[in-house]
């Protein structure tokens, strides 16, 4: 039995490294690849990430002194206040892109298969959202008292709500590329900058998140194109361009019926987009998941 | 009787920060010891606390009761949270796990813990003796993939094994571990 070129019994034998998150990348994409359409291997890896989860016990419990145990509970407790207050809705388009940060970044983005890394920046975001969001709701009770107050207040509404649709957008990255109706498929090119991408459908919500790797730059007037190829559409899911390091992420939402797609392609386009390709496709995969 | 991980994560679903609390106290223990095993150093280790608690929080409502306890599942948060900040700084520890010997596991066996609830230490102390029953390459081979976030061949790399040496010790050790652990899975709340 085989699925997407791993045999199965192949992948049986890296399933122990697979749920330690301890596969090579490349491997560590073929593996998967089979599991998502292997319901044994489903199964045993299920089985494996819980003894694998398990190994957190082995530690020492190590108590945290009550005045860090304190700051914490108190930076807890002003996010989900925060969070009450504020709870603006972030809709990311068909078009959005984001820029990968740093290479070494993207080459851990898919090392845990359930668990996706978070970056520094967000993270930092994440510490200085908690701070801010903590004062803005203090902040916010008090806004009627004063003028200056309440101008201060508006000052730090915008911020926070920036920072936290950083940190919102963060979220639902993880669970797209993540959850548990999480297809992939995987593009690949023979040119010479060998441009490398991996499309992540979340079947449960309908959220594409392609990722590509080692794109050169488009020319003067020129954009790339995002497909999603079915048996009778090609479906336009966004421009984009790819940062100075070739490097690209395009979020976007569309609903499709699972047995749908047939493939995801990048076509060459003028930089205002084709209604459907003009060229051929530089990069493209096909969905072996079906 | 306080209630269990799982009505708590339900609550916490719901948007009931006192059972957010409730659950930090109950296991910030735990998490801060996986935090600190994992990057060794006390300004990261907080914040990964406090990462791992606001996305079980965030995330109470995927919690997947057929994928393990809720403590599995949180220690699990942890352990990627810290495993984000290692990587992200080039900064793994060289250090294996403390008690590196079968001997020094047994040890830390018998010791228990008062600190953390008494299902939390049976639950240790299960672990740690399937650990110390390994031999010591298949558990090195373990330890430096979960705690030091190596893969295969860094760990092949790390060791001076051969790769596929490194796979047969990690495929092996897990394999034991899972039949021994059965026991912690079907216990799971």
Redesign the interface.
């Given at each position: 039995m085989t699925t997407a070129g791993m045999a199965h019994e192949q992948a049986l034998?890296?399933l122990?490294?697979l749920?330690?998150?301890?596969?090579?990348a490349n491997e560590r994409v073929a593996v998967l690849a089979h599991v998502s359409g292997c319901a044994i291997c489903q199964q045993e890896v299920?089985?494996?990430?819980?003894?694998?989860?398990?190994?957190?016990?082995?530690?020492?419990?190590?108590?945290?002194s009550s005045v860090?145990?304190d700051?914490?509970?108190t930076?807890?407790?002003g996010?989900?206040a925060a969070d009450?207050v504020h709870s603006p809705e972030v809709h990311p388009s068909a078009s959005s892109v984001i820029l990968i940060p740093h290479p070494?970044?993207a080459a851990?983005a898919g090392?845990?298969w359930?668990?996706s890394?978070?970056?520094?920046l967000a993270?930092a975001a994440?510490?200085v959202a908690?701070v801010s969001l903590a004062t803005l709701y203090q902040v916010t009770k008090e806004r009627d008292s004063i003028q200056r107050t309440y101008q201060y207040a508006s000052v730090r509404t915008a911020q926070a709500d920036s920072l936290r649709a950083v940190l919102e957008d963060r979220?639902r990255l993880i669970?797209n590329l993540t959850g548990p109706q999480v297809a992939v498929v995987t593009l690949t090119s023979d040119g010479i900058r060998a441009p490398s991408a991996r499309m992540f459908w979340d079947q449960a919500v309908n959220q594409w998140t392609f990722v590509a790797h080692n794109l050169p730059a488009p020319k003067t007037g020129r954009t790339y194109q995002l497909w999603l190829v079915t048996a009778k559409d090609k479906i336009n899911a966004g421009t984009f361009s790819p940062d100075a390091k070739g490097d690209a992420v395009v979020r976007a939402t569309y609903n499709l019926p699972k047995d749908a797609l047939a493939a995801v392609a990048v076509t060459d386009e003028p930089s205002a987009g084709s209604p459907q390709p003009t060229t051929t496709p530089i990069i493209v995969g096909a969905n072996s998941t079906r | 009787m306080p209630p269990d991980d799982a009505a708590l994560i339900r609550r916490m679903a719901g948007g009931d920060e006192q059972a957010l609390g409730i659950f930090y106290d109950r296991w910030n223990s735990l998490v801060h010891a996986v935090a600190l095993r994992i990057l060794r150093q006390s300004d990261d280790v907080e914040d990964v606390v406090e990462e791992t608690f606001w996305q079980a929080w965030r995330q109470a409502n995927r919690y997947l009761a057929t994928r393990g306890s809720v403590q599995t599942w949180l220690l699990t948060i942890a352990r990627s949270r810290a495993l984000d900040r290692v990587r992200a700084v080039k900064r793994l520890r060289e250090e294996p796990l403390e008690g590196e010997s079968g001997d020094a596991l047994v040890q830390q066996v018998s010791e228990g813990d008062a600190s953390t609830s008494t299902e939390s230490n049976e639950r240790r102390v299960i672990v740690l003796a399937a650990l110390s029953e390994l031999p010591a390459e298949q558990r090195e081979a373990l330890e430096l993939g979960y705690y030091n976030g190596l893969s295969q061949s860094e760990i092949a790399e790390r060791t001076g094994q051969p790769l596929g040496t490194i796979k047969t010790r990690m495929r092996l050790a897990m394999q034991k571990l899972k039949g021994r652990l059965q026991i912690l899975r079907e216990d799971a709340r």
């Open positions: 034998q890296a122990e490294a749920a330690l998150d301890a596969l090579d299920i089985a494996l990430q819980v003894t694998a989860s398990q190994l957190a016990y082995a530690v020492t419990p190590v108590p945290m860090q145990r700051r914490i509970r930076r807890l407790a996010r989900v009450r070494e970044h851990h090392r845990h359930f668990e890394p978070s970056s520094w993270m994440t510490l908690a979220d669970a | -």
